[in-house]
């Protein structure tokens, strides 16, 4: 008589993770235990305090929009099983190329360049995606900076050079971008107006914008002004009205939004609107980090945590995420 023997191998240094192995959306999400990463030589590994959500996880897991299935895996997820690019946590070990990082360091980074890996108990990241926390800044606001942090501060300075004065539109205002880089425009001297819904208005005035609107109740493009620059978390409006909300020589920056909208305005934004610039962000993982933190121990702005959610219930932290509800960044706390 035969028999089939299944032996069941349990991780040897086990932890808790959020994984999934198919598209479909948050319902595919599953607290699971699997085995603790090793760091490379040129990495080290993370005790996870803290990670933040981001559109990026709201994307993978639903597979949509087609260019992240070409990236991640077209019937299925084959990269990225682990969500969560921003991530907190302390140094637990270090690779044997690493220079400036040692076992205890507080840390925090964008990892969407590389593996992910946030939501879970363990994550290691290459020396290059990770900065120093700063002293006074919890694990929860170290979270909520990186991705969105970034975006605002590449979105602000690298397509035009903001001067005092200027006129900055950010649609979707309420959100992560908003909420970090509305304190930093107004402490460049720029006009800023925030558009998001009704129940944001409030926190987008308390950050220093100059005019909120509601994107239910006014479309900002047909209210017969003008901005310097456009900042647009939604891109869903067609060229001509882009091309009358901006100043000559106004530039709009697309940070997210339709897919097709915005490449075919990033490939031909140039005869689109000659006069305007319609640019796609291509974001650069972790680039002005230094600056944000400059700007956080100058006391010009502080992360705005809306809404923290144990691991656990990460898949209702992404879900409430993708419904358009979170009012600054929502954080997911580890290892509490």
Not at 49 to 76: C, E, Q, S, Y
Not at 172 to 180: D, K, L, P, R, S
């Amino acid at each position: 008589m035969n028999y089939n023997v299944i032996t069941c191998i349990q991780p040897t240094k086990p932890m808790k993770a959020i994984t999934y192995n198919k598209y479909g959306g948050t319902s595919q999400l599953k607290l699971t235990e699997v085995e603790r990463p090793t760091p490379n030589d040129d990495e080290v590994l993370i005790k996870t305090k803290a990670a933040g959500v981001n559109d990026w996880d709201w994307g993978l897991v639903h597979g949509k929009p087609l260019l992240i299935r070409m990236m991640f895996g077209l019937f299925k997820p084959k990269k990225a099983k682990i969500l969560g690019c921003d991530v907190a946590g302390i140094v637990e070990e270090v690779g044997i190329n690493i220079k400036n990082l040692k076992v205890g360091d507080r840390v925090f980074g964008d990892l969407s360049g590389g593996n992910f890996g946030g939501f879970a108990e363990f994550t290691r990241a290459k020396e290059k995606e990770l900065a120093i926390i700063p002293e006074n800044m919890s694990f929860e606001e170290a979270a909520a900076l990186p991705h969105a942090g970034v975006l605002a501060y590449q979105a602000f300075f690298d397509y035009l050079q903001l001067q005092p004065g200027h006129t900055v539109l950010i649609n979707g205002a309420g959100g992560g971008v908003g909420t970090i880089g509305i304190p930093i425009l107004k402490h460049l001297g720029v006009k800023v107006t925030g558009v998001d819904s009704s129940q944001k208005l409030d926190l987008m005035k308390s950050l220093g914008a100059d005019e909120v609107l509601d994107y239910k109740q006014q479309d900002f493009s047909r209210l017969g002004k003008k901005w310097d620059l456009v900042i647009d978390n939604k891109v869903f409006r067609k060229a001509s009205a882009y091309k009358r909300s901006l100043k000559k020589d106004g530039v709009l920056v697309m940070v997210g939004g339709s897919t097709l909208k915005v490449f075919l305005f990033a490939a031909f934004g140039s005869i689109i609107s000659p006069n305007k610039k319609l640019k796609l962000l291509m974001h650069k993982p972790n680039k002005g980090i230094d600056k944000l933190i400059e700007f956080y121990n100058q006391g010009i702005f502080k992360p705005f945590v809306g809404n923290t959610f144990p691991l656990e219930k990460t898949p209702e932290a992404i879900e409430q995420l993708g419904k358009g509800k979170t009012m600054g960044k929502t954080v997911v706390v580890i290892n509490g």
